[in-house]
């Protein structure tokens, strides 16, 4: 067992400044969350795509993949493939890290669709080697996902320019990514349908 005692003095005698990092790593987990949706609202605006107005629950997705505010499929943001988001064991504990790809954390755009898994997965499985040369892969649990993970750098220097849409390249190039597999999705979904 590793002797923690002289990390567990040291956290100890600086609570008061470790509590107060902390709440300003949410605080900026928060700052850099809105501008990761603001980044998917204006991106699906300017290609005409459909999107969410729920800044808690940001999607966006091509117009012929919703019908009467009813999604088929669409794209979103979240944790990596093997992030439950509990913060346990090699996972991050402030979500910050994951919007950075630090301590383990990754940023992700999944690919979601509303077919259940039975009849989604092996279609999946069949289909992932044509969709990694898109930039796509796919999870145990079968979803489609690629990494958006920001540059940690990036983030700080535009923070410190008060400028943090510089930093959302990443996300950008993602969505940029799922538009250009558009039409391999759209024949998943419909050969989905066949089953």
Known sequence: MTDTSELDKLI?????????AAKRVDALGDQIWKQIYETFENW??????????DEDDPWVAPKNWVADKEREAWFYP???PDDTGEG????????LSRYVGVAGGQLCLWFGQKTGA????????EHAQI???????????GNFYTV?????RTVAAALADQQLET???????????????EAEFTKLLAKVKLI
């Open 44 to 53: 699906a605006m300017g290609r005409g795509w459909r999107g969410s107005s």
């Open 118 to 125: 039975r009849k989604w997965k092996p279609l999946a499985r």
């Open 78 to 80: 979240d944790n990596g």
């Open 131 to 141: 969709m990694v040369t898109h930039g796509f892969h796919l999870s145990d649990a």
């Open 12 to 20: 100890v005698e600086n609570l008061l400044d470790l509590d107060q």
């Open 148 to 152: 958006c993970s920001l540059d940690a």
């Open 167 to 181: 930093a959302m390249a990443p996300i950008e190039a993602a969505l940029q990514r799922a538009a250009n597999a």
């Open 88 to 95: 346990v064991g090699q996972e991050p504990y402030h979500a």
